[in-house]
């Protein structure tokens, strides 16, 4: 189990631009999950990846907002035109196809837009 | 909407000392239960889960949790803490009929004084 991977560990922005993040997840896991945190709250859905399918997205995710996993394996996530309000931690995780399995997260991005 | 609440944001305890923290959701259908725990610099872990049969659960480090399905609750306890166990702590709902989409709650902070 070589766990769930991010990249970069922290990423500096400033407003407007685009940043892109990406996601391993575990190789046999099948579902994949992005979550946002910021400070002082608990981890926050954004959008489920099921192989390639997403299958759900979050009202928290903004048409600024885009999320691939082209092959069924890793996953990105895009953000367009960033704002100083999507300062937070993009954590990803995946998890195997049964029901109620936990996820298994990964250490996240910490995104710093100024 | 669905919803979890943890009822304290900070805890501070001495060495030895016992620990229960409080969960809360809402939600009248079938729930697994989580516990995740978050140490300063590292990812989410899972401590412990709950899906069904014997409502006391335990998990590593010597934690334990109760799910009393009248009361809505999760409580997690640990008799002796140690400065160890400062970090993070996290209580999670998967519904039924979903994604495996975890639903966390705010979070407690926990600090262990030696």
């Known amino acids: 189990d070589t766990g769930v991977s991010q990249d970069p560990r922290h990423k500096i922005t400033k407003r407007g631009q685009n940043v892109t993040f990406r996601c391993d997840p575990i190789s046999e896991h099948n579902r994949l999950y992005w979550y946002r945190q910021t400070l002082g709250q608990g981890p926050e859905f954004l959008t489920y990846?099921?192989?390639?399918?997403?299958?759900?997205k979050s009202r928290l995710l903004s048409d600024r907002f885009s999320a691939e996993r082209p092959k069924g394996s890793f996953s990105t996530l895009e953000i367009q035109r960033t704002e100083q309000g999507d300062s937070a931690m993009y954590l990803c995780a995946s998890s195997p196809g049964q029901g109620g399995s936990p996820l298994h997260f990964g250490n996240g991005t910490r995104l710093t837009v100024t | 909407a669905q919803s979890v609440s943890q009822h304290n944001h900070h805890v501070i305890l001495s060495e030895a000392a016992s620990l229960e923290l409080g969960c809360n959701y809402s939600?009248?259908?079938?729930?697994?239960l989580f516990w995740y725990v978050q140490y300063p610099g590292q990812h989410l872990q899972l401590l412990l889960k709950?899906?069904?049969?014997?409502?006391l659960v335990k998990g590593i480090k010597g934690f334990e949790a109760e799910f009393i399905k009248s009361k809505f609750s999760f409580n997690l306890r640990k008799p002796s803490v140690q400065w160890s166990d400062t970090a993070e702590y996290f209580c999670a709902v998967i519904l039924s009929g979903g994604y495996n989409k975890l639903i966390f709650g705010a979070g407690t902070r926990l600090a262990v004084h030696p």
């Open positions: 939600y009248g259908g079938t729930v697994n």
């Open positions: 709950y899906f069904s049969g014997d409502p």
């Open positions: 990846f099921q192989n390639e399918a997403q299958l759900e």
